[in-house]
């Protein structure tokens, strides 16, 4: 292809890019529980369709409205790009303050919304499927499952692979919720064992002793403090939207979740100390992460941020002004589309467990117990045959711990951790050599697009760009 040429159709999908395929907007009555009325407004919004079905989360939040469902639908395309997942780019959500509503208010409101996204084509197995994202969870999955297999998708055999994130007894899969803390461990993992990234900006290689602080204490970020506390890192500070709590020799995991849980706040909790400095998110730690909202790392705060390494738990918590600064103080940005992508990675594996009827592991898992009983017998033979059965016992075959939790074969669990660590890895590695490759130094997100954008661009490529 000629350079012209070639230049023409990269601006041509640059912008297909920039619009939506499709954007949702819906307004409907919601009865409350007192009798009254109340309006309520939703988005759905389907960036890329270039691979079916659609994939991205729904949230509720105040704010929530066009913008805002746009930008984040456009980011799940390329995160779903970045990791090479077969799906395009999506995003819904309601505006309402959830914690204002009764459980009976919240059903209705995500019931109906699902109708509204059904009868507009926003939601199917095959066409756009839902998950959780800020202030929804499986419990709102479950209902969304259960309205749109009773209804629009009363015949179709693969109805509940609509939305992932449910619950495991209506089709859900063991360590979804966990998926995207996890997934952000997984891919910090890669980085703080490279020599090259951790040299670049100036700390040790691996875990042990890592100070870290988090922003958002919600499904996100408890799962985040879980995985890196379990590898020796120390969390000194958690922010919450209502308070901050601190303690320099280690917040404990299980106290604060379990603080949390029971009083709905990290405020007052006995483990640590109120936090009375100007930002937390300032103070001196290896590593930040913002598992909270948008756009709540400005270039107020920039300037003042300590942290090596900021891995995005949260969708675009850093503003294009703020990023620029920590790049220039050369601090490791793990971008959204990459750092985060663990969640929608494991709701693919929901979705394939959906459409194909059984879950992971059921038809092979009782062959691969047997066949490594199998194993250790045929070496016991072997031996006796070799030196009789007295001189074979003094060779006992004794299967190692590592080996024993592995006898009895792959749990569905063990199935989705070693399917999301691979694809974390693999993209971790994949980023780093693009990053290395067009000297990018730590500007991981340059190099997500990039790697993103090409795997856009040749699948649009090859099935072209129009009719
Ligand atoms: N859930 C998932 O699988 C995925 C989520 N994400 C992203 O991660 C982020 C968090 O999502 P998730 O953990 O699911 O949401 P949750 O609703 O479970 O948690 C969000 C937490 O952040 C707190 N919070 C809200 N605003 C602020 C603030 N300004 N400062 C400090 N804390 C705040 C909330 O407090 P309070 O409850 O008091 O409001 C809550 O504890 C979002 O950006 C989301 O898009 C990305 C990929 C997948
Ligand atoms: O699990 C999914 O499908 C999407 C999760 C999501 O909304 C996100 O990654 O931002």
């Known amino acids: 292809m000629e350079l012209n040429e070639r230049k023409q159709k990269v601006r041509s999908i640059m912008s297909y890019l920039e619009k939506p395929d499709a954007m949702l907007e819906v307004h409907f009555p919601v ?47 390329y995160k779903c790009a970045a990791v090479g997942l077969p799906y395009g780019g999506s995003k819904g959500g309601i505006c309402i ?9 919240l059903e209705r409101i995500t019931r109906r919304y699902t109708i509204e996204l059904a009868r507009k084509g926003f939601i199917g197995p095959e066409l756009d499927v839902p998950a959780p994202d800020m202030a929804t969870g499986e419990r709102e999955m479950s209902w969304m499952a259960d309205t749109y297999h009773k209804t629009f998708g009363y015949r179709d055999l693969n109805a509940i692979g609509c939305v992932t994130g449910k619950p495991i007894n209506q089709g859900g899969i063991h360590g979804r919720t966990a998926a995207t803390g996890r997934g952000i461990f997984n891919c910090l993992d890669q980085i703080l064992n490279s020599e090259d990234f951790m040299k670049m900006v100036g700390l040790t290689v691996g875990w042990k ?16 403090m879980r995985y890196f506390c379990r590898m020796g890192a120390i969390c000194v500070g958690v922010l919450e939207y209502d308070g901050s709590v601190v303690n320099p020799q280690g917040l404990n995991f299980d106290e604060l979740q379990n603080y949390k849980l029971t009083k709905g706040t990290v405020n007052g909790f006995p483990g640590a100390q109120a936090y009375k400095g100007k930002n ?58 990459f750092a985060n992508s663990g969640g929608v990675t494991v709701s693919y594996f ?13 038809l092979t898992f009782k062959y691969e117990q047997d066949s490594n009983y199998m194993l250790l017998k045929s070496v016991q033979d072997s031996l ?22 592995r006898i009895a074969g792959a749990s569905e669990k ?13 993209s971790a590695k994949a980023l780093m050599t693009t990053a290395k490759e067009f000297k990018l130094g730590t ?25």
């Open 280 to 337: 937390l998110l300032c103070e001196p730690c290896d590593i930040l992460i913002p598992a909270a909202g948008e756009k709540l790392i400005t270039k107020e705060v920039a300037p003042d941020i300590k942290a090596k390494i900021l891995a995005e738990g949260a969708n675009g918590p850093i503003t294009p002004a703020a990023d620029k600064i920590l790049l220039q103080r050369n601090t490791l940005i793990l971008p959204d589309l």
């Open 443 to 467: 500007d991981f997100r340059t190099a997500a697009y990039v790697s993103s954008i090409e795997k856009i661009f040749h699948t649009v490529t090859e099935a072209g760009l129009t009719f």
């Open 350 to 362: 929901e979705w394939l467990k959906n459409i194909n009827h059984t879950s992971f592991g059921r």
């Open 209 to 224: 002793g890592k100070t870290f602080i988090i922003q958002g204490f919600g499904n996100v970020g408890q799962h985040c």
């Open 414 to 426: 063990d199935i989705v951790h070693s399917g999301l660590a691979y694809t974390m890895e693999r």
């Open 97 to 105: 303050d959830s914690k204002k509503y009764s459980v009976n208010e």
């Open 31 to 77: 009865k409350k529980d007192d009798g009254s009325y109340e309006m309520i407004e939703g988005y759905r919004c389907i960036h890329k369709s270039h691979k079916m079905p659609a994939k991205g989360g729904i949230r509720y939040g105040l704010g929530v409205d066009r913008d805002e469902i746009f930008a984040l639908a456009t980011i799940m395309t």
């Open 384 to 405: 006796e045959k070799h030196f009789g059965q007295d001189g074979a016992k003094k060779i006992p075959i004794v299967p190692s711990e590592d080996f024993k939790k």
